[in-house]
């Protein structure tokens, strides 16, 4: 099985500018969430999306928006870019939303650098 | 809210040695998970172990496991027989198990380095 895959895995941008981050999440789960994580920090969760609808979110202003598509890949946009988005983009796949033990496969993550 | 505090930034390890990295957490959640995370310098989060607030016993995976004690708070990672391998940073993480979603709320990690 494929595990969750991530593009760009680098990429540099200018402060205001528009990003578009891509995943790919693993084969045969449904719900794909977005995690930022900055430099020296743990993950901070962005969204979470399930059946195409975001259906969770973190402390994250509205400028960071998403989408989730039929095959469950997703993309995660930030509008108006600041310096603090500056961090590693996490994605993450599951099989199903909240039970127990479910737990979410990573990808590498796309590492975003505003100039 | 929940709440994962790992107070040790960065610890060292003779190699085949074992090492235990801490966590504390806290949550109104009256079922929760808990989760631990290895992150190698490539970036992704590798799933290690995981315990469930009501499990009666520690979890075990291979030279992982957890040591939980649910009235201090505390989801201590034991790692058994380190390996040069295992130098990476470590995550512990949770979420409440009642609200139907998947969000992990993450601590700020140890950086641990295994010693040849």
């Known amino acids: 099985e494929t595990g969750v895959t991530q593009s760009p895995t680098h990429l540099i941008k200018t402060r205001g500018q528009q990003v578009t981050l891509r995943c790919s999440s693993q084969?045969?789960?449904?719900?794909v969430s977005w995690y930022q994580q900055a430099l020296g920090q743990g993950p901070q969760f962005i969204f979470q999306?399930?059946?195409?609808?975001?259906?969770g979110r973190g402390n994250f202003p509205p400028r960071f928006s998403g989408l989730q598509f039929p095959n469950y890949s997703s993309e995660l946009n930030v509008n108006a870019l600041e310096l603090d988005d500056s961090a590693l983009y996490l994605c993450?796949?599951?099989?199903?939303?909240?039970?127990?033990?479910?737990?979410?496969?990573f990808g590498a993550g796309s590492r975003l650098t505003v100039l | 809210a929940q709440k994962i505090t790992q107070t040790q930034p960065g610890m060292f390890v003779q190699e085949k040695e074992a090492v235990t990295l801490d966590c504390t957490y806290d949550?109104?959640?009256?079922?929760?998970?808990l989760f631990w995370y290895k992150q190698p310098s490539s970036g992704e989060m590798i799933f290690l172990i995981y315990?469930?607030?009501?499990?009666?016993q520690n979890a075990t995976e291979g030279r992982y496991s957890l040591n939980f004690q649910k009235a201090r708070k505390s989801a201590n990672l034991v790692i058994s027989a380190s390996q040069l391998g295992d130098s990476a940073m470590y995550f512990c993480?949770?979420?409440?198990?009642?609200?139907?979603?998947?969000?992990?709320?993450f601590g700020t990690g140890t950086r641990l380095t295994v010693i040849p």
């Open positions: 993450a796949s599951s099989l199903a939303m909240g039970s127990g033990a479910n737990v979410l496969t």
């Open positions: 084969s045969g789960h449904n719900t």
């Open positions: 999306y399930y059946r195409e609808e975001e259906n």
């Open positions: 949550t109104s959640d009256p079922s929760y998970g």
């Open positions: 315990q469930g607030s009501y499990d009666q």
């Open positions: 993480a949770m979420r409440g198990l009642q609200t139907g979603a998947n969000n992990l709320f």
